[in-house]
């Protein structure tokens, strides 16, 4: 048994803190008692220290991280004990056993793994127990891969109706095996391709189960309302409880919108909708360089997309349509080349680092040019981040009622952005501690029980007897977020114990490895 003694607990409910003892025996939370008012020889002494549940990831990327690394440090090392994985319509079943395609896919986002994709989840999550994992994972069924199983040849086009009721059949299977949910990415391909019918078609079969739908929405800049509207109007046809992903406005011309984008989601609940949304605590975001082209050169194979590039007509041609960024988030036109970053680049690395601006200007030429030379080059991963809100947006949607927390990590290339490591810190640092957004029992609840509410999960996010003891010690007065992006993974300071499952996989600044995390299943 393990005694907590005398800690400030923040159970997670949003209620005042108190102090008290916790006792944890084998994986539950045994039973809550008054403060000791002398600690046991054998206790853990948090007179000075906070206890709340683990923090629950509502937004993850690390399906192959997971295997990859199966303690799971950069989660771990941040108080997150669970996390949903298999968002943005990225995914890795079902697939067929070393698919060029899914490796072209998921090696910007998921990274590289030996012979990738799993006939089914069933499959994949063999793999997953025999590896086991740090944190707890739950999984949802994505969007991309269900399209390029389905769809003979290249998937970025519209599906057939026969094509769409396999997709509906293999959706069907990967529920009925555990999934928690479908995830789609319509800002990325394949996903983009998919029309209203599909679309519907997927939803209700996720509706009968009665499971989440989380959505990469079309747009996130001068379309948002209209992207917004779209996955409502899904949900609002279809029945199902929708999961907005890293809600934002792109675009510093865009930010007036944030205040008429939240009206549109509250609209929805009133009417009687399952709306939810999850977002990250930073101004700027992170994903595959390919993602600046337009949608018709995404639905390229990427060898082909690379002989287009060397084009000289096809350079003018993809440059006038990034200008214009018609119907779709032109990053490069919404943000501006100086606040798009290098995070990762195989073929280039020296640019890393370096916004494109400096690489045009390293390389002797426009930023147009620069940015097609590094992509027809390129060989293997390609991640940037770009700079694409501003900070009061971020608190405006952070302080929303219905927003709950979520990293949107990835573990793709030499470098990751802060938020795969510090997120869960970052918010806690920045907006709680330094400029009090919310008041600490608040924001812990919309990083614990908020999202296990969501996700169904009776026993976890609260600091309750009986509830799974997930739980994070942290030292208030001493917790800071020392990343940048530079030094995305430097240690923070504060997180003084993690606990998985009544196991303890980080205490003293020090890694367990310990693999107690459980799969999450309906």
Request: charged letters at 20%; aromatic letters at 8%.
């Amino acid at each position: 048994m393990i005694r907590f003694s005398n800690a400030l607990i923040v159970d997670g409910s949003g209620a005042t803190p108190y102090r008290g003892d916790v006792l944890v025996e084998g994986e539950r939370i045994a039973a809550i008692l008054p403060p000791s008012a002398t600690p046991a020889p054998d206790a853990l002494d948090c007179s000075s220290l906070i206890l709340t549940p683990g923090f629950i990831d509502m937004h993850g990327h690390s399906e192959l991280e997971v295997l990859r690394s199966p303690s799971m440090r950069p989660k771990i090392g941040q108080g997150i004990t669970t996390e949903v994985a298999g968002n943005c319509g990225i995914g890795v079943f079902p697939a067929q056993k070393g698919s060029p395609s899914l490796k072209a896919l998921t090696n910007d986002v998921l990274g590289s793994y030996p012979d990738v994709g799993w006939d089914d989840f069933s499959s994949y999550l063999k793999a997953w127990q025999a590896r086991g994992s740090g944190t707890n994972m739950a999984f949802l069924q994505a969007h991309s891969t269900l399209r390029s199983f389905a769809l003979e040849g290249n998937p970025n086009r519209s599906a057939t109706s026969a094509e769409v009721e396999t997709m509906c059949l293999l959706l069907q299977k990967s529920l009925e095996q555990g999934c928690l949910g479908m995830s789609s990415g319509l800002y990325y391909a394949p996903c983009l391709f998919a029309d209203r019918k599909e679309l519907l078609a997927l939803l209700e079969v996720v509706r009968q189960y009665d499971r989440l739908f989380s959505v990469h929405v079309r747009c996130e800049g001068n379309e948002i309302l209209s992207s917004l509207g779209e996955v409502v109007d899904l949900a609002r046809f279809s029945g199902v409880r929708l999961q907005i992903s890293h809600l934002k406005v792109i675009g510093r011309e865009n930010q007036q919108l944030v205040t008429e984008m939240l009206h549109l989601i509250e609209d929805a609940r009133s009417e009687g909708l399952d709306v939810q949304f999850d977002q990250y605590p930073y101004e700027y975001g992170s994903t595959s360089l390919f993602s600046l082209l337009p949608p018709p050169y995404l639905r390229l194979e990427r060898k082909d997309l690379q002989s287009h590039l060397k084009s000289a007509c096809e350079r003018d041609s993809i440059r006038r349509m990034m200008e214009e960024g018609d119907g779709w988030d032109s990053l490069a036109q919404l943000c501006g080349w100086d606040a798009i970053r290098i995070l990762s680049l195989d073929s280039n690395p020296r640019y890393i680092g370096m916004t494109l601006t400096e690489v045009a200007s390293e390389r002797g030429q426009g930023p147009y040019d620069a940015f097609f030379d590094l992509l027809a080059e390129e060989e293997g991963a390609a991640l940037m981040t770009d700079i694409t809100q501003s900070q009061d947006t971020i608190r405006k949607i952070l302080s929303h009622s219905l927003m709950c927390f979520g990293t949107d990590a990835l573990y793709a290339g030499s470098l990751s952005h802060p938020r795969s490591y510090q997120a869960a810190i970052h918010l806690l640092d920045r907006y709680c501690k330094q400029q009090e957004v919310l008041p600490l029992e608040l924001m812990i609840a919309k990083m614990t029980s908020v999202g296990a509410h969501r996700l169904g999960l009776t026993d976890r996010g609260l600091i309750q007897k009986g509830f799974k003891a997930d739980l994070v010690l942290l030292d208030w007065q001493k917790l800071s977020d020392n990343s940048t992006q530079a030094n995305p993974d430097a240690k923070s300071t504060g997180v003084e114990l993690v606990m998985v499952n009544g196991t303890i996989a980080f205490q003293h600044g020090q890694y367990t490895d310990a693999t107690a995390g459980s799969a999450l299943l309906y």
